[in-house]
């Protein structure tokens, strides 16, 4: 079975272009969250989206936005980048929204390059 | 703000001995915690979790141990093998992720 499957694996973009990265959820999986890894540091909550709804935003400027698709898969667009929005870039899915009831799977990411 | 942490950045321990990573919270509303080990190139990947009306529970040769008084939840890997090398981080309701604690496992 196919996991969490994150697009491009590589990206170099320049400052003040703008960048979209995809992810596909584990098929029947209905939530799907983003998380940005700085190097070094942990996971940093972005997004989470069920049935297609915006169900949960961390602290990231207006820059960053993303959609849920019909089939669940989604993206993540950041417009006017930035330096530092260098980083991993990780996408987890799961069959509902509630960390405690359903468990969250992590793709391998988007390594993401701001130059 | 809320904030998850760690105490030590970076752990060595020799093959076969034990492992015991640790991470404090600050938020005491928090009832969920899960553990991740995050290998090199990859996206974190589950190791065991624990609800907030429990203090302990035990997988296959790791053990999560909460202390809520404190704010303070542990990881403890048994016979540590030179695959548990990796970066831990502990998580709070999927929210709110600790920075991390490399594992080195010396053989």
């Known amino acids: 079975d196919a996991g969490v499957t994150q697009s491009p694996t590589h990206l170099i973009k320049t400052r003040g272009q703008q960048v979209t990265l995809r992810c596909s959820p584990i098929s029947g999986h209905k939530s799907v969250s983003w998380y940005q890894q700085v190097l070094g540091q942990g996971p940093q909550f972005i997004f989470q989206?069920?049935?297609?709804?915006?169900?949960g935003r961390g602290n990231f400027p207006d820059r960053f936005s993303a959609r849920q698709f019909p089939n669940y898969s989604s993206e993540l667009n950041v417009n006017a980048l930035l330096l530092g929005d260098s980083a991993l870039y990780l996408c987890?899915?799961?069959?509902?929204?509630?960390?405690?009831?359903?468990?969250?799977?992590f793709g391998s990411g988007t390594r993401l390059t701001v130059v | 703000g809320e904030s998850v942490g760690l105490h030590l950045p970076t752990l060595s321990v020799q093959e076969g001995d034990n492992s015991i990573i640790n991470c404090a919270y600050s938020n005491s509303a928090s009832d969920y915690f899960i553990w991740y080990k995050q290998e090199s190139g990859k996206g974190p990947q589950f190791i065991i979790d624990i609800r907030s009306n429990m203090d302990k529970r035990q997988g296959q040769r790791v053990t999560v141990l909460l202390n809520k008084t404190v704010k303070h939840l542990s990881l403890q890997i048994a016979a540590t093998q030179p695959g548990d090398s990796a970066v831990y981080f502990c998580a709070e309701n999927m929210l709110t992720f600790g920075g991390g604690t490399r594992l080195m496992v010396k053989p």
């Open positions: 989206y069920y049935e297609k709804e915006e169900r």
């Open positions: 987890a899915s799961s069959l509902g929204p509630d960390p405690d009831n359903y468990g969250y799977t």
